[in-house]
């Protein structure tokens, strides 16, 4: 399915087309092109922001190294990271609802484009963990308004194959992104990854001013402290909703326990150099990239919430088995088998997350889930240094899985498989 299929399809509300009159409910496009470059927006948006993220585990020995930092101290830096990234996104989600998902992306993309260009200055641990914290930020301000726009734009019947395309950004922030930067990062220093992400940035940046469309703007309402509040309270209400946002937490706090310090554990475990490193997680990159697309295809065939708990439970034993691989070569079949795995469950759940709300709370929920899931990452992490110098990699490796199979758990229990919203049953039919 092209890409002018999935968004001409969805794109705009009645009220809010793209420009020269097409992209309404039912009504196509005549330019295919511009349909090609919301997608194209949305990717190298979330490419910029996944691959300056992926980008610090594998380098974390070389900052260590270059600021001389204790390796305890290292996971601090996403600790900081995912703070930010919380602590904005809860801000973001009820403006987005307000302004549109298409003013917050514009603001976050030249945000993040200036702090990770000021990277180049990180010359102390310190000033390294506040530009870590400033990009954060601005990946609270991106990362839910990227996800909500799709929801905006894309039909629900369509939305897993849409976010499938989307959502291989990440993929590929593994397979380009995180060699590119490392190979950088060893030649001049780790200043120099993230001075290119910022370049990349302000391409998307630029993007985000002149191909996307206003998709969705909440008209009619007051926008204050009391009704952000209120948002979401009454979401935090619903019993799915505090599932998800448990399931949320604990998936990145999984992820975080197993990736942050995996690097160091390759470098003193098997005497692995930096670019094997990369070649492991560009194998992983390319397990995402190939699962991602086929995944949320499947979901729009076969349901989400499947998918979803029998890709936890498979990561769970995936991730438990990692310290037992005897040899550096096998673990690129364990790392492409437990990347592909965590693929299986992304497009899906973030497609199943769009569907629980109507479109005017989309933003909302979107960023209280990248919230909830930022704070996990950062317990994770915070929790990986001390786990990692008392009992080892093993100790790290089972901390993920037991989070992962909680995910699983909590999906299965308390998480139903979601219909298209009413709202946008009735938009779809007025269309």
């Not at 799709?150 to 849409?162: F, I, S």
């Not at 690097?263 to 094997?276: G, K, R, T």
């Not at 989070?403 to 758990?409: F, P």
């Amino acid at each position: 399915m092209c890409s002018s299929d999935l968004v001409s399809s969805g794109v705009g509300a009645r009220a809010c087309p793209l420009p020269g009159g097409t992209g309404c409910r039912g009504g196509g496009t005549d330019e295919p092109m511009r349909d090609a470059l919301i997608l194209l927006t949305l990717w190298l948006t979330l490419f910029t922001q996944s691959s300056q993220f992926l980008i610090v585990a594998p380098i974390l020995p070389r900052i260590g190294e270059q600021l001389r930092v204790d390796e305890a101290y290292l996971g601090l830096l996403v600790t900081g990271y995912a703070i930010g990234t919380a602590v904005f996104a809860i801000l973001a989600g009820p403006i987005s609802d307000h302004v549109g998902r298409r003013t917050i992306l514009r603001i976050g993309s030249v945000a993040m484009a200036g702090v990770l260009v000021l990277h180049g200055w990180a010359s102390s641990y310190a000033s390294l963990l506040l530009l870590r914290c400033l990009a954060g930020a601005s990946s609270g301000i991106l990362a839910g308004a990227a996800v909500a726009y799709v929801g905006d734009v894309v039909p629900y019947e369509r939305r897993g194959t849409a976010m499938g395309v989307v959502m291989s950004a990440m993929a590929f922030g593994q397979i380009l992104g995180i060699p590119a930067g490392s190979v950088l990062a060893d030649l001049w220093g780790f200043q120099a990854a993230f001075i290119s992400f910022g370049v990349i940035m302000g391409i998307a940046s630029v993007l985000t001013m002149t191909a996307l469309p206003l998709a969705h703007v909440r008209r009619g309402h007051t926008l204050g402290l009391r009704e952000a509040i209120g948002s979401y309270a009454a979401l935090l209400a619903r019993r799915d909703v505090q599932a998800v946002a448990a399931a949320g937490a604990l998936m990145m706090l999984s992820v975080s326990s197993y990736i942050v310090y995996q690097p160091i554990w390759l470098e003193e475990h098997f005497d692995a150099s930096p670019n094997e490193v990369a070649s492991l997680f560009l194998v992983g990159g390319l397990a995402n990239a190939l699962v991602g697309p086929i995944a949320g295809r499947l979901s729009d065939r076969i349901g989400r919430k499947g998918l979803v708990v029998f890709g936890s439970v498979t990561l769970a034993v995936l991730m438990i088995l990692t310290p037992l691989i005897p040899s550096f070569v096998l673990l690129y079949v364990l790392f492409f088998s437990v990347m592909g795995t965590v693929a299986l469950r992304i497009s899906p759940y973030n497609a199943l997350l769009t569907a629980m709300v109507e479109q005017e709370r989309r933003g909302t929920l979107m960023s209280l889930s990248m919230a909830s899931s930022q704070v996990g990452f950062a317990l994770g992490a915070a929790v990986a240094g001390w786990t990692y110098v008392k009992l080892g990699y093993t100790g790290n490796a089972i901390a993920a899985g037991l989070g992962a199979l909680a995910v699983g758990a909590i999906l299965a229990a308390w998480v139903g498989e979601p219909g298209a919203p009413q709202a946008l049953r009735r938009d779809d039919a007025a269309a």
